[in-house]
């Protein structure tokens, strides 16, 4: 849009995006689309015939639209919008943000013009690992412009104090939250640790219940939970440390501002990619990966406070994980669109 070009979002009409999209002053389209269940082969039938109505649907789209380049970022509705480029001979460009590409990026992969990427092990799932580029993972402007000592004013921290942020997405994660609920009071105990735990706005007001609880049936001002918060970079880059799931996003932005993490795999993505997504950033020496079923261990409590008590460690972690980070992402990913709409011009 900055660069003169006519934006048009297709998204599924129940998914956030319907919702986001708008507000950012996208044009928004809904397509229907399903994904299934691999453990119910039925289910396959009833979400082919929904993506092959899609795709008629999609080409109808495209067509009113004047669609010159399609751009695909995973998920059930790029299936058939992603087929409607193919069939309709528009030139499409995909974007994988997990370390293994989803149902839709690899099939896909067959016909696009290119595939941007966020880790090198994905272009081997590609059908032409020849035409992924390493993009990294685009993040949000409010991220790239993240203030430490703004971000404490926001959260109430003090400057000297040590900060753990602890978030599990944008609906919280239970088994996360059950156990920082457990070790709230070894927590607390920690010489000047503050907590900002994100709990999601489903369990929000339970697990500070269960804290206030487990400090003696107070709340604490040094041990904070939050349904939510906008400012989320911010909130990263006022934290020490960081306590995660791996979701593609998370790491994305938590790299973006180099921060040391412990990050927990949720355990049932697909194809267990958020293991992978850790992995790549504990191999770089950006964070130590406890597996979900290993929250209630010592395990998860030594790997919090090794990171708490030794700031040197800290630092070394934050510095490896900044390495990591590809902050020009965006850039990269829509030079890749632009290439392709470029391509087409020319060949006109």
């Not at 959260?155 to 609906?171: I, K, N, Q, W």
């Not at 049932?268 to 597996?291: F, I, M, S, W």
Request: charge should be positive; charged fraction near 25%; glycine fraction near 10%.
């Amino acid at each position: 849009m900055a660069d003169g070009h006519e934006v048009l979002f297709v998204g599924t009409p129940d998914g956030v995006e319907s919702r986001l999209a708008p507000e950012a002053g996208v044009t928004f389209v809904a397509v229907p689309a399903k994904g299934f269940d691999r453990g119910a082969p039925l289910s396959l039938l009833s979400a082919a015939a929904v993506t092959l109505s899609s795709v008629w649907r999609a080409r109808g789209v495209m067509r009113r639209f004047g669609a010159d380049v399609v751009a695909g970022f995973g998920g059930y509705v790029s299936l058939p919008v992603g087929l409607a480029a193919v069939t309709g001979r528009v030139p499409l460009v995909l974007h994988e943000q997990n370390s293994i590409p989803g149902l839709a990026n690899r099939v896909l992969s067959r016909w696009a013009r290119a595939a941007g990427v966020t880790y090198e092990g994905s272009l081997k799932h590609l059908r032409h690992p020849e035409r992924g580029v390493m993009t990294g993972n685009p993040v949000r402007t409010t991220v790239l412009q993240a203030d430490r000592a703004r971000g404490r004013r926001r959260l109430g921290v003090p400057e000297d104090a040590t900060l753990m942020l602890v978030f599990g997405g944008s609906r919280g994660a239970r088994h996360v939250n059950d156990a920082m609920v457990a070790l709230a009071p070894a927590l607390v105990a920690e010489p000047s640790l503050r907590v900002v735990h994100v709990a999601g706005r489903i369990e929000a007001a339970s697990v500070a219940e269960r804290v206030a609880g487990a400090l003696g049936g107070q709340p604490s001002e040094r041990y904070q939970v939050r349904d939510y918060i906008d400012e989320m970079g911010d909130a990263i880059a006022a934290a020490d440390v960081v306590v995660a799931r791996a979701g593609a996003t998370s790491i994305a932005e938590i790299t973006a501002i180099g921060r040391a993490a412990v990050l927990v795999p949720y355990p049932y993505a697909t194809d267990d990619h958020q293991t992978l997504n850790a992995r790549a950033v504990a191999t770089a020496g950006g964070a130590e990966v406890v597996p979900d079923a290993e929250l209630d261990s010592d395990r998860f409590r030594d790997a919090m406070m090794r990171l708490v008590r030794e700031p040197a460690r800290r630092k070394q972690m934050a510095d490896a994980s900044a390495a990591l980070a590809r902050r020009d992402a965006t850039e990269r990913v829509t030079a890749l669109i632009t290439g392709a709409l470029t391509g087409r011009e020319e060949s006109r």
